[in-house]
């Protein structure tokens, strides 16, 4: 029997994110990359001005935290905490957000 929560019993190599994967995909596979880090996924809503993601890019930067470019167009901002998400998610309304906190893996000494 085996703990379904703890997941250091399961090794597996983190496929690279290719051009041929579907969106499903790459967020999965960012979801496996990332897992440490709590991010939030900023993508463009349709019908919203591609400017907006530019100016929460701009606003990511200027608050300290780290951010990439994703090939979609979409942003990913690493290492916030619920309240600057909810912060980003108001300000920035015109953009499609997804938070994902944290997931610590335990240390083994």
Known sequence: ????????????????VTHTAT???VRFQLHLHY???SRLLLK???GAAPAQLGLAYAAALSAGLSTQNLADGSV????????????????FVDLLAHYEPARHTPHTA
């Open 1 to 16: 029997m085996y703990d379904c929560l703890d997941d250091t019993s399961v090794n597996r190599a983190i496929p690279a």
């Open 23 to 25: 969106p499903a995909v």
């Open 35 to 37: 897992r440490e880090h």
């Open 44 to 46: 463009l809503a349709p």
């Open 76 to 91: 990913l901002i690493f290492k916030l905490n619920l309240d600057q998400a909810l912060s980003f998610q108001l300000r």
